[in-house]
Protein backbone atom coordinates (compact mmCIF):
# COMPACT_ATOMS: atom_id res chain seq x y z
CA UNK A 1 0.00 0.00 0.00
CA UNK A 2 1.05 3.53 -0.65
CA UNK A 3 0.00 6.92 -1.74
CA UNK A 4 1.20 10.56 0.19
CA UNK A 5 -1.66 11.22 2.51
CA UNK A 6 -1.40 15.13 4.04
CA UNK A 7 -2.86 15.33 7.58
CA UNK A 8 -4.39 18.96 8.59
CA UNK A 9 -4.98 19.52 12.72
CA UNK A 10 -4.15 21.87 14.84
CA UNK A 11 -4.06 19.61 17.77
CA UNK A 12 -0.01 18.12 18.01
CA UNK A 13 -1.58 14.75 19.54
CA UNK A 14 -4.02 14.37 16.34
CA UNK A 15 -1.56 14.53 14.17
CA UNK A 16 0.64 12.27 16.17
CA UNK A 17 -1.99 9.38 16.36
CA UNK A 18 -3.68 10.00 12.68
CA UNK A 19 0.98 9.87 11.24
CA UNK A 20 1.15 6.50 13.78
CA UNK A 21 -1.86 5.22 12.29
CA UNK A 22 -1.09 5.87 8.41
CA UNK A 23 2.41 5.08 8.64
CA UNK A 24 1.93 1.58 9.89
CA UNK A 25 -0.46 1.05 7.23
CA UNK A 26 1.66 1.64 4.68
CA UNK A 27 1.25 5.54 3.75
CA UNK A 28 3.56 8.29 3.20
CA UNK A 29 2.59 10.70 5.94
CA UNK A 30 3.05 14.74 5.44
CA UNK A 31 1.39 17.33 8.30
CA UNK A 32 0.04 20.72 8.99
CA UNK A 33 -0.84 22.05 12.23
CA UNK A 34 -2.92 24.73 10.55
CA UNK A 35 -4.90 25.87 7.29
CA UNK A 36 -2.28 28.01 6.06
CA UNK A 37 0.48 25.92 6.17
CA UNK A 38 -1.59 22.63 4.52
CA UNK A 39 -1.97 25.29 1.31
CA UNK A 40 1.52 26.32 1.30
CA UNK A 41 2.30 22.71 1.17
CA UNK A 42 -0.40 21.74 -1.19
CA UNK A 43 0.95 24.94 -3.59
CA UNK A 44 3.82 22.51 -4.19
CA UNK A 45 2.91 19.14 -3.26
CA UNK A 46 0.10 17.36 -4.90
CA UNK A 47 -0.77 14.33 -1.83
CA UNK A 48 -2.91 11.92 -3.00
CA UNK A 49 -5.57 12.71 -0.33
CA UNK A 50 -5.91 15.03 2.31
CA UNK A 51 -7.47 14.31 5.69
CA UNK A 52 -8.26 17.57 7.59
CA UNK A 53 -9.90 19.00 10.79
CA UNK A 54 -13.07 20.77 10.60
CA UNK A 55 -12.58 22.94 13.14
CA UNK A 56 -9.41 24.95 13.58
CA UNK A 57 -8.29 28.47 14.62
CA UNK A 58 -7.91 31.70 11.92
CA UNK A 59 -8.59 29.19 9.02
CA UNK A 60 -11.76 26.35 9.58
CA UNK A 61 -11.49 23.16 7.40
CA UNK A 62 -13.77 24.21 5.25
CA UNK A 63 -12.19 27.07 3.90
CA UNK A 64 -9.20 24.93 3.10
CA UNK A 65 -10.98 22.72 1.41
CA UNK A 66 -12.25 25.44 -0.61
CA UNK A 67 -9.00 26.98 -1.54
CA UNK A 68 -7.55 23.42 -2.14
CA UNK A 69 -10.21 23.27 -4.66
CA UNK A 70 -8.97 26.53 -7.00
CA UNK A 71 -5.66 25.24 -7.21
CA UNK A 72 -4.78 23.98 -10.56
CA UNK A 73 -4.21 20.67 -9.28
CA UNK A 74 -6.66 20.31 -6.75
CA UNK A 75 -9.68 19.02 -8.22
CA UNK A 76 -7.91 15.80 -8.37
CA UNK A 77 -6.72 15.84 -5.11
CA UNK A 78 -9.55 14.26 -2.65
CA UNK A 79 -10.40 15.52 0.83
CA UNK A 80 -12.01 14.10 3.38
CA UNK A 81 -12.86 15.85 7.17
CA UNK A 82 -12.35 14.19 10.12
CA UNK A 83 -14.60 16.08 12.57
CA UNK A 84 -16.80 15.41 16.01
CA UNK A 85 -18.99 17.89 14.04
CA UNK A 86 -22.17 15.52 13.40
CA UNK A 87 -24.96 17.85 12.78
CA UNK A 88 -26.39 17.44 9.26
CA UNK A 89 -25.80 21.43 8.62
CA UNK A 90 -22.13 21.13 9.23
CA UNK A 91 -21.94 17.45 7.03
CA UNK A 92 -23.66 19.14 3.75
CA UNK A 93 -21.29 22.32 4.28
CA UNK A 94 -18.90 20.04 4.34
CA UNK A 95 -19.79 18.48 0.89
CA UNK A 96 -20.48 21.88 -0.34
CA UNK A 97 -17.46 22.96 0.18
CA UNK A 98 -15.41 20.22 -2.02
CA UNK A 99 -14.99 16.93 0.69
CA UNK A 100 -15.61 13.70 -0.97
CA UNK A 101 -16.55 11.82 3.12
CA UNK A 102 -16.31 12.67 6.68
CA UNK A 103 -15.08 10.52 9.73
CA UNK A 104 -16.08 11.29 13.15
CA UNK A 105 -14.02 11.44 15.90
CA UNK A 106 -13.77 9.81 17.90
CA UNK A 107 -12.73 7.77 14.40
CA UNK A 108 -12.87 3.93 14.76
CA UNK A 109 -9.21 3.14 13.42
CA UNK A 110 -10.38 -0.18 10.95
CA UNK A 111 -12.94 2.44 9.63
CA UNK A 112 -10.61 5.44 9.01
CA UNK A 113 -8.31 2.96 7.01
CA UNK A 114 -10.98 1.72 4.86
CA UNK A 115 -12.42 4.44 3.98
CA UNK A 116 -8.95 6.12 2.81
CA UNK A 117 -7.84 3.35 0.82
CA UNK A 118 -11.19 3.40 -1.03
CA UNK A 119 -11.02 6.92 -1.87
CA UNK A 120 -7.06 5.90 -2.93
CA UNK A 121 -8.31 3.48 -5.19
CA UNK A 122 -11.51 5.55 -6.56
CA UNK A 123 -8.95 7.94 -7.32
CA UNK A 124 -6.75 5.25 -9.21
CA UNK A 125 -9.58 3.57 -10.79
CA UNK A 126 -11.00 7.17 -12.19
CA UNK A 127 -7.38 7.82 -13.54
CA UNK A 128 -6.76 4.44 -15.10
CA UNK A 129 -10.54 4.71 -16.97
CA UNK A 130 -10.18 8.25 -17.88
CA UNK A 131 -6.27 7.68 -19.39
CA UNK A 132 -7.79 4.68 -21.24
CA UNK A 133 -10.59 6.60 -22.39
CA UNK A 134 -8.23 9.44 -23.78
CA UNK A 135 -6.45 6.48 -25.74
CA UNK A 136 -9.89 5.18 -27.25
CA UNK A 137 -10.74 8.48 -28.37
CA UNK A 138 -7.69 8.63 -30.51
CA UNK A 139 -8.72 5.05 -31.90
CA UNK A 140 -11.82 6.96 -33.10
CA UNK A 141 -9.61 8.75 -35.59
CA UNK A 142 -7.37 5.39 -37.13
CA UNK A 143 -7.25 4.59 -40.10
CA UNK A 144 -8.11 0.91 -39.49
CA UNK A 145 -12.16 0.45 -39.46
CA UNK A 146 -11.87 -2.51 -37.52
CA UNK A 147 -10.21 -0.61 -34.80
CA UNK A 148 -12.69 2.09 -35.21
CA UNK A 149 -15.37 -0.21 -34.60
CA UNK A 150 -13.95 -1.98 -31.96
CA UNK A 151 -13.27 1.84 -30.08
CA UNK A 152 -17.17 2.74 -30.85
CA UNK A 153 -18.27 -0.58 -29.04
CA UNK A 154 -15.83 -0.38 -26.25
CA UNK A 155 -16.25 3.19 -25.44
CA UNK A 156 -19.88 3.27 -23.88
CA UNK A 157 -18.70 0.65 -21.38
CA UNK A 158 -15.67 2.74 -20.63
CA UNK A 159 -18.10 5.72 -19.84
CA UNK A 160 -20.07 3.55 -17.66
CA UNK A 161 -17.36 2.61 -15.65
CA UNK A 162 -16.92 6.04 -15.36
CA UNK A 163 -20.27 7.38 -13.88
CA UNK A 164 -19.98 3.84 -11.91
CA UNK A 165 -17.00 5.60 -10.08
CA UNK A 166 -18.51 8.58 -9.75
CA UNK A 167 -21.49 7.35 -8.10
CA UNK A 168 -19.50 5.13 -5.77
CA UNK A 169 -17.44 8.43 -4.42
CA UNK A 170 -20.71 10.28 -4.25
CA UNK A 171 -22.51 7.37 -2.67
CA UNK A 172 -19.18 6.95 0.37
CA UNK A 173 -20.60 8.70 3.35
CA UNK A 174 -23.61 7.03 3.29
CA UNK A 175 -22.17 3.78 3.04
CA UNK A 176 -20.86 1.01 5.83
CA UNK A 177 -17.02 0.69 5.24
CA UNK A 178 -17.92 -3.51 4.06
CA UNK A 179 -20.61 -1.95 1.88
CA UNK A 180 -17.85 0.80 0.33
CA UNK A 181 -15.06 -2.26 -0.08
CA UNK A 182 -17.60 -4.37 -1.60
CA UNK A 183 -19.03 -2.17 -4.18
CA UNK A 184 -15.43 -0.81 -4.80
CA UNK A 185 -14.50 -4.44 -5.62
CA UNK A 186 -16.84 -4.78 -8.11
CA UNK A 187 -15.51 -1.71 -10.00
CA UNK A 188 -11.89 -2.93 -9.77
CA UNK A 189 -13.27 -6.22 -11.09
CA UNK A 190 -14.89 -4.41 -13.99
CA UNK A 191 -12.12 -2.38 -14.89
CA UNK A 192 -9.74 -5.41 -14.94
CA UNK A 193 -12.27 -7.55 -17.72
CA UNK A 194 -12.77 -4.19 -19.79
CA UNK A 195 -8.94 -3.53 -19.94
CA UNK A 196 -8.45 -7.44 -20.79
CA UNK A 197 -10.64 -5.88 -23.85
CA UNK A 198 -8.63 -2.87 -24.62
CA UNK A 199 -4.84 -4.07 -24.58
CA UNK A 200 -5.31 -6.52 -27.56
CA UNK A 201 -6.99 -2.76 -29.70
CA UNK A 202 -3.61 -0.70 -28.22
CA UNK A 203 -1.00 -3.76 -29.06
CA UNK A 204 -2.08 -3.88 -32.70
CA UNK A 205 -2.11 0.05 -32.91
CA UNK A 206 1.46 -0.40 -31.97
CA UNK A 207 2.18 -3.29 -33.94
CA UNK A 208 0.64 -1.64 -36.87
CA UNK A 209 3.38 1.45 -36.16
Known sequence: MDGLILIVD???QNLQMLSTTLREAGYQVAAANSGQT??????KRQPDLVLCDVVMPEMDGYEVCRRLKELPHGQDIPLMFLTAKTDSQ???RGFESG??????????????LTRVQTQLELKQARRQILAYRRRIDALLGHHDEMLKLAAEKLKPSLDALLRQTENLERQC????????ALELQKIQADVRELLSALEPLFAQVLHDN
Open 10 to 12: DQP
Open 38 to 43: ALRILD
Open 90 to 92: AIV
Open 99 to 112: AVDYVTKPFNTSEL
Open 173 to 180: PALSPNKL
